[in-house]
């Protein structure tokens, strides 16, 4: 339904009701004017009657008293009749056809229920309401009238209190009929409806027009509306008006001008984000790296394509379903990891493992976010895959051309250390093959000396053949120990000594020896090489605090420069002429993979400090771990009864501080 048709029924609803209450108006005031006339006609009736009981009476008394006086009896039966009440109402009655009846009633009679009629008829019985009436006369004095139903028909009654003088009162009840006031009624009421029938159908036509010109602005401003949802903002409305529907105008032409500029602004950041989408959608797609992102409860909605090959799932497989690819030994890190993501904190896994469709363990490096709504609150997360597979394959490569790198640097020192024992042994041959004679005191020295150069052969085979990853833990005092040992006889043939300062208590940590080995020779030899006049290196082992092993090796080389320094670790960099520039970066990755870490801090002039972290075991964890096949296994027996003069006998078992080797002249 239109506005315009709305507000020409809403006026003619208004004139309606306003047509309604005039004609019930009119209804009531001829109804009560009606009445009010007729109680006067009767009230006149009424006293006109009482007025000619009373001149009835003076008639009666003047007979009786001319009776006395020999009136002829006709004459005086003829002047009662023309005077008697009865005479009088029945005159009335029949010159007003209105009245139904007159009736003269003595109050105290007709109430205390003795007829009490004093003239007239008593046809139109109604004695309750007609008893309460009298009462209401009486009392008040003045003449009552109501409306009842007498016989089937409704009448009014009308009760007039007469007070004769020197006579006891009367009412007087006059019943007249209803008719004549409600045909009255009922002229007026037609009269009433046709002139509002009439003026409501003007009402009617008049307020179509005049809602026509009220809401002609509002059509324009709906065709402007219209023209604005389908996107055209160029045109305007043209406002001539300075009212309410102006002012409207006026700001629908702004509102216009203000949609244009930002849909325009709008469309050219949906071009934006549709192009960065497309951008963000061929990377996720072209990566390389696996992605998938879930929502809080952990179900997938989406991967790419990296992933399905990594994995193994196909999108329509795990979208949609829980991904359960974390192996069970690493339940306790999955909730960790659950902990941190929910307090919005990202995780990075720099090597791990996670199981594929098939059951399998892939190596991959691991780095999960969450995403946060426009409040702020998390609504999914996002974790980027990476295969390490390849990565860790060549960095044990790496690592394997390292050692091949250090077994020859090593070459000379340990040709050395191995010619000292051997030409004690072929003294001795010597003597007991000239003397005939086998020496228990020789003997013993030859087997000494054998134990040395089998424990000089296994720790060179350390590096020169490969080693199965295997953690296990060790006192890292032992194993830095043997590193010392075994470069002792390099350190004599450059004119350096090791002071050692090690901890009274053992130091345990869980590690793979062999690479902790590597390290520790690494670092010890770019040590030696920043010592070409000789020197001092201190070695120091202690517990920082009571999880962190430390390790640190102090040099009194030449020191490295702050630029050199900003390059330390990185791959291929290094200033020697033979060297690969990957041992420190090695390193350093073999420390983190123990989840400690490495630090370097040197001055030009003033060496350089080599500090190691790594977690410390408080308790040993496994049982001792059976020897290796090396021969190595004696090394803590054999280091006791090493010679003075290779400097190796400062083992921790027995000297946890002070110096080892000597320079050589």
Not at 136 to 164: H, T
Request: hydrophobic share 35%; with cysteine.
């Amino acid at each position: 339904m239109s506005i315009k048709i709305k507000l020409s029924l809403i006026m003619s609803f208004f004139a309606l009701v306003l047509l309604s209450l005039n004609i019930a108006l009119s209804y009531f005031s001829t109804r009560d004017n009606l009445r009010n006339e007729s109680e006067s006609n009767m009230m006149m009736t009424a006293r006109q009657i009482a007025l000619a009981v009373e001149q009835s009476r003076s008639v009666n008394e003047y007979i009786k008293r001319q009776n006395n006086g020999n009136m002829s009896r006709s004459l005086a039966e003829g002047m009662l009749r023309m005077t008697s009440p009865e005479r009088i109402t029945h005159e009335t009655l029949h010159s007003n056809p209105n009245l139904l009846e007159i009736t003269g009633l003595d109050p105290e009679s007709f109430i205390s229920g003795n007829k009490g009629i004093l003239f007239g008829t008593y046809d139109y019985v109604n004695e309750i309401m007609d008893k309460g009436a009298i009462r209401d006369a009486i009392r008040e004095g003045n003449s009552v009238m109501y409306d009842s139903r007498i016989n089937g028909k409704k009448v009014l009654e009308s009760f007039i209190p007469i007070s004769p003088v020197n006579k006891g009162p009367y009412v007087i009840r006059i019943v007249s009929s209803y008719e004549p006031i409600s045909s009255v009624i009922s002229k007026q009421m037609f009269s009433q409806v046709t002139i509002s029938l009439v003026l409501l159908q003007f009402v009617i036509f008049a307020s179509y027009i005049l809602a026509g010109e009220i809401i002609r602005p509002i059509q324009d401003i709906l065709i402007k509306v219209n023209q604005l949802s389908s996107g055209k903002f160029e045109t305007r409305l043209q406002v001539n008006r300075r009212d309410e529907l102006g002012l409207l105008g006026h700001q629908i032409n702004a509102m216009a001008g203000s949609l244009g500029h930002y849909t325009a602004e709008l469309e050219a950041k949906n071009e934006e984000n549709r192009s960065m989408n497309e951008y963000l959608e061929s990377i996720i797609s072209q990566t390389a790296d696996a992605i998938h992102l879930m929502d809080q409860d952990g179900i997938i909605v989406r991967v790419n394509s990296a992933f399905e090959c990594l994995y193994g799932w196909k999108s329509t497989e795990i979208v949609g379903q829980y991904l359960d690819y974390v192996p069970s030994f690493l339940e306790e890190d999955r909730k960790e990891w659950t902990r941190e993501l929910e307090q919005g904190k990202s995780i990075v896994l720099s090597e791990t493992v996670r199981k594929r469709k098939d059951g399998s363990l892939v190596e991959v490096s691991i780095s999960q976010s969450p995403i946060f709504d426009k409040f702020g609150k998390i609504s999914a997360y996002i974790c980027i895959s990476r295969d390490m597979t390849e990565h860790n394959r060549m960095e044990e490569l790496l690592r394997r051309s390292e050692k091949l790198t250090t077994v020859g640097q090593l070459a000379a020192g340990v040709a050395h250390e191995i010619r000292n024992p051997l030409t004690t042994l072929r003294g001795f041959l010597q003597m007991q093959h000239g003397s005939k004679v086998i020496n228990p005191l020789h003997t013993d020295i030859m087997l000494s000396e054998l134990d040395r150069i089998n424990l000089i052969v296994s720790e060179f085979l350390i590096l020169a053949k490969p080693q199965a990853v295997q953690f296990q833990t060790r006192d890292v005092r032992f194993t830095l120990g043997d590193v010392i040992s075994f470069l002792d006889s390099e350190a004599h043939l450059h004119n350096i000594e090791f002071s050692v300062h090690f901890s009274q208590e053992p130091i345990l940590v869980h590690c793979e020896e062999n690479q902790l080995k590597q390290v520790f020779i690494n670092i010890l030899k770019n040590a030696m090489e920043a010592m070409p006049a000789g020197g001092q290196i201190t070695l120091k082992l202690y517990s920082d605090e009571p999880h962190l092993a430390v390790i640190r090796v102090i040099d009194e080389g030449e020191g490295i420069s702050k630029e050199r320094m900003q390059k330390i670790g990185e791959p291929f960099y290094t200033n020697k002429e033979k060297g690969t520039g990957l041992g420190l970066m090695i390193s350093q990755r073999i420390i983190e993979g123990h989840k400690g870490y490495l630090e370097i801090d040197s001055e030009v002039g003033s060496g350089t400090v080599v500090t190691i972290t790594l977690p410390r075991l408080l308790e040993m964890e496994t049982e001792p771990e059976d020897e290796p096949e090396s021969g190595s296994g004696n090394r803590l027996e054999n280091r006791a009864e090493d010679r003075p003069e290779s400097g190796s006998g400062n083992r921790p078992e027995s000297q946890p501080e002070g110096r080892t080797g000597g320079r050589v002249g």
